[in-house]
């Protein structure tokens, strides 16, 4: 089998050759074959050519939105290192008064009125023995008033064994049946651990951020020393597969809403599963949200949530992975003949661009304008708490009727 021979490259002799424009008398001393062979090679070179020079084009584009796109993060990096921390405006200088200072507000003394979600216990303090007067020397009684003062306390939190002692009963006639009172209902049952405490653990690990570890530790202090932290782990999640009905409620409600908001964040997964990187997904309306934790950020997330949502309107920040989504969705729509979902992007990711860009005057313009629309909004949010405030007013009046 003859082996295929490597064409070898062209020198730029044989280029320039090739090139080089025939003559009038070497065209007419060429067949009507050769011909067809140099109009051939002319058409092959032209479209080459044209091929080279828009390829060429486009990479200078290319460069051309790079170049801007540096030169963006450059004014953008340094607005960061240079421009206060904060995006708040700044404010404007206030006029000199006359001397006249304002007065601080008048800080509550009342802990009652302060806190008034807080539980109030009375200690009375009374002498033992009666004291005598300074003046005369005489015994003195009480007067049956108070001088009061108030302080914030707390009262340790315990921990207990509960016995629970469940009735035997039978029969005083043929002493052949005995019957016991039943259990009482529970998270898991005939389990070690109560259902107060399951939620103690429940609140203490996902609201206060506590480890379970951590919080075996603080057990341990008080009085249940070597408890198991894996044990714990698993009622966490019996009481979460006894609240996932709830759970679905809620997402049911929220997916229902006309608009619906969503985000995700980073989220480092401990333990439990070889990929650590995971992510936070949220799905908020006025009234409800809900979560899902997922080893992904692929808009295939946000597909599925928004394949069950009736929402009309979803606002999210401009991460391209929501605008797919919104894409595969709308398109489901149209077959069904339902009103599509509406893209609307979050302001304050925007006004955020534009303030630690502020030195430059277009810049400034749209923060202005964005603060036209944040007054707007303040003043939307006073007429809805006012209106909502009537409508409980009158809710009132008709029960109290």
Not at 83 to 101: A, C, D, F, I, Q
Not at 166 to 184: D, V
Not at 194 to 220: G, H, N, Q, T, W
Not at 274 to 293: A, H, I, P, V
Request: proline residues 4%; aromatic residues 8%; contains cysteine.
């Amino acid at each position: 089998m003859k082996k295929k021979k490597n064409k070898k490259p062209l020198t730029p002799e044989q280029i320039e050759m090739v090139l080089r424009p025939l003559t009038d008398e070497q065209m007419e001393s060429l067949s009507r074959e050769d011909l067809l062979v140099v109009l051939r090679g002319e058409q092959q070179l032209r479209k080459f050519f044209e091929e080279a020079a828009n390829n060429a084009a486009a990479i200078n584009k290319e460069l051309e939105n790079k170049v801007l796109e540096l030169e963006g993060k450059l004014v953008i990096v340094k607005c960061r290192l240079l421009s206060p921390k904060s995006e708040k405006s700044p404010r404007k200088p206030k006029e000199l008064n006359s001397g006249e200072k304002k007065k601080p507000l008048p800080r509550n003394r009342n802990l009652e009125e302060r806190y008034p979600d807080a539980d109030v216990i009375e200690k009375e303090i009374k002498l033992e023995q009666l004291p005598t007067c300074s003046c005369c020397q005489g015994q003195m009684n009480e007067m049956g008033v108070f001088e009061q003062s108030q302080s914030l306390t707390v009262i340790e939190k315990k921990y207990l064994i509960t016995n629970i002692l469940r009735m035997k009963y039978h029969c005083s006639q043929c002493h052949s049946h005995i019957e016991t009172a039943p259990q009482l209902p529970r998270v898991v049952p005939r389990g070690t651990y109560s259902d107060e405490f399951l939620i103690d653990v429940a609140v203490s690990k996902y609201c206060d951020l506590l480890p379970v570890e951590r919080y075996c530790e603080m057990a341990a202090r008080g009085g249940f020393v070597g408890l198991p932290p894996n044990s714990l782990h698993e009622g966490l999640w019996r009481l979460g597969e006894f609240l996932r009905v709830i759970y679905e409620l809620i997402r049911i409600e929220t997916l229902d809403s006309r608009i619906l908001y969503g985000d995700e964040t980073p989220h480092k997964m401990l333990e439990g599963d070889e990929k650590s990187n995971w992510y936070f997904w949220g799905f908020f309306s006025l009234t409800s949200c809900f979560f899902e934790c997922h080893d992904t950020r692929s808009g295939e997330v946000a597909l599925d949530v928004l394949s069950e949502s009736e929402c009309r309107y979803f606002v999210s920040d401009a991460y391209t992975g929501y605008g797919r989504a919104i894409n595969e969705v709308n398109k489901l729509r149209v077959i069904a003949e339902v009103d599509t979902i509406i893209e609307v992007l979050c302001n304050s990711h925007a006004r955020r661009y534009f303030d630690e860009c502020g030195e430059l005057e277009d810049a400034n313009t749209f923060i202005a304008e964005y603060q036209e629309i944040y007054k707007v909004e303040k003043e939307v949010k006073e007429i809805i708490k006012e209106a909502d405030a009537n409508k409980e007013s009158d809710v009132s009046l008709v029960l109290a009727t």
